[in-house]
């Protein structure tokens, strides 16, 4: 089982990212994926996750500004990140989760900064 995070980077403010997550060796469609954040000195938190029948929860703090998406066939899941600021400075985590352990992914940098 994999989960590999690609497209992160460094953005000005107000600026935008993708981030992509493809799975392998699970049953990628079966699962609810999420994307975590986790910065320096802070907790592992929660950006937004979607559900099998693609039903999508966000954070507070980005609720408007990202939003989340998969696509089954290509075992993939995406977190378009828009109008990023400071605070969104962060390592992205994706996550499968259903039955069993959950997957994590490496993760990827998100540096917001002008």
């Known amino acids: 089982v994999q989960l590999v995070e690609s497209g992160g980077g460094l953005v000005q403010p107000g600026g935008s990212l993708r981030l992509s997550c493809a799975g392998s060796g699970i049953i990628f469609s079966g699962y609810t994926m999420h994307w975590f954040r986790q910065a320096p000195g802070k907790e592992r938190e929660l950006v937004a996750f979607i559900t099998t029948g693609g039903r999508t929860h966000y954070a507070d703090s980005v609720k408007g500004r990202f939003t989340i998406s998969r696509d089954n066939a290509k075992n993939t899941v995406y977190l378009q990140m828009n109008d990023l600021k400071p605070d969104d400075k962060a390592v992205y985590y994706c996550?499968?989760?259903?039955?069993?352990?959950?997957?994590w992914g490496q993760g990827t940098q998100v540096t917001v900064s002008s």
């Open positions: 996550a499968a989760i259903g039955a069993g352990p959950a997957k």
